[in-house]
């Protein structure tokens, strides 16, 4: 049987399932009959022919010439690149080119070291499978605790880190270290009077040893949370209500001193603790509310009072003044007299007497 083999083909010549030899371009004729039998393939990428092992192809030497052959070590990882160019992650431990018409090689990058260091490239990452490493971001404001083997190793600042997992579990809890804030919503309050209240109450705090509370805590707002309603009902709890109205400041630098000698407890700075808000049952609103403007009646009339108290004062020093002064008493019944004028619509006089005399005979039969 005659075969026609491509310039950028390559046939394995085989008899009886023995490897005979690699044939090339050009015509060949093979002899079924005598048990021979021709596998073709094209001279690209990886030698597809699997029906012999690769050492005894590697005998023949015209098959070594236009192959390459690269095992990847444990511990490992190969990048396949083709004339210089990236090309795909090495998936497996051993691989076999044609090295006639493109130029393959794989180059090795060490799992052992855990940290990924700069010698690897954005662009390989991009080929390297993410089962391979683990990527680990901390944002500023943050710190981050790595662990291998649940073992701490140390802490990461602001930046993206990216780690191997051969051989290691890689692990980061990444904690929140800028100011943050507590809020304590509704707290029932029992005063020393036993009136029930609510409050609403605001911590603001900062994560002052991270790997300590990371080891020795679990649930840390959860527990500072609790710490704060117990501080604010242990403290209110000794004041009656009135006390807490008038008092709010003065409890709420108590709440703070509290809780700032407890920070430590949960490895964090308590930068300001207090009262926000306090909310009364209806029916105590009520009752103050009535207090409240019965007390601003009261104050009306007693400021009312004080003006009658004014005016009558002022009174009785006009009319002593006007009683010694008879000049004085004359004008003001002028100022009077305009007055009356300037109500009344037509005056009618008669007789002899004057107009001023007249009209004050009439004021005196008013």
């Known amino acids: ?37 021709l596998f073709v393939e094209t001279m690209e990428d990886e030698v597809e022919f699997l029906e012999v092992p690769y050492q005894v192809l590697a005998k023949n ?35 076999v080119f044609w090295n006639e018409f493109e130029k393959h090689e794989i180059r090795l990058i060490s799992m052992e070291q855990p940290e990924i260091g700069a010698e690897v490239t954005k662009q390989m990452l991009e080929v390297i499978p993410t089962k391979y490493y683990t990527a680990v971001e901390v944002g500023r404001g943050q710190a981050g605790l790595l662990y291998f083997d649940n073992v701490l190793q140390r802490t990461l600042t602001a930046g993206l ?19 943050a804030e507590l809020n304590v919503v509704g707290q029932e309050i029992l005063t020393k009077d036993k009136i029930g209240i609510r409050m609403n109450v605001t911590c603001t705090y900062k994560v002052k040893d991270p790997v300590a509370m990371t080891e ?7 527990q500072l949370y609790s710490a704060v309603q117990l501080t604010v009902r242990e403290l209110t709890g000794n ?49 103050m509310n009535s207090v409240l403007v019965a007390e601003k009646n009261a104050q009306a009339n007693v400021i009312a009072r004080r003006e009658e108290v004014a005016s009558t004062r002022s009174l009785l020093n006009t009319a002593k003044l006007m009683d010694e002064n008879k000049t004085l008493y004359r004008l003001k019944e002028l100022e009077y007299m ?8 037509e005056i009618s006089v008669g007789g002899n007497a004057g107009l001023v005399e007249q009209l004050s005979a009439l004021m005196g039969a008013r």
Not at 67 to 81: E, H, K, N, S
Not at 216 to 222: D, R
Not at 338 to 345: H, L, S
């Open 239 to 287: 004041y009656r209500l009135d006390e807490i109205l008038e008092q709010k400041e003065v409890i709420s630098k108590e709440v703070f001193d509290k809780l700032r000698e407890r920070a430590p407890e949960f490895y964090v700075e308590i930068l300001a603790a207090g009262i926000r808000d306090i909310i009364l049952p209806g029916e105590i609103r009520d009752i």
């Open 338 to 345: 305009e007055r009356i004028c300037d109500k009344v619509g």
């Open 216 to 222: 020795n805590m679990k649930n840390m707002e959860q």
């Open 161 to 179: 880190y990216r780690f191997w997992t051969y051989g290691v579990k890689v692990t980061a809890h990444v904690i929140d270290m800028k100011q």
């Open 1 to 37: 049987m005659k075969m026609i083999i491509k310039e950028n083909e390559a046939g394995f010549l085989m008899k009886n399932g023995v490897f005979v030899k690699i044939l090339f371009a050009g015509k060949h004729h093979v002899a079924k009959a005598l048990g021979y039998e």
């Open 61 to 95: 030497k015209d098959f070594a010439e236009k192959t390459v052959r690269f095992q990847i070590p444990d511990g490992q990882l190969g990048l396949i690149y083709v004339d210089g160019k990236l090309r795909a992650c090495a998936n497996r431990r051993e691989y």
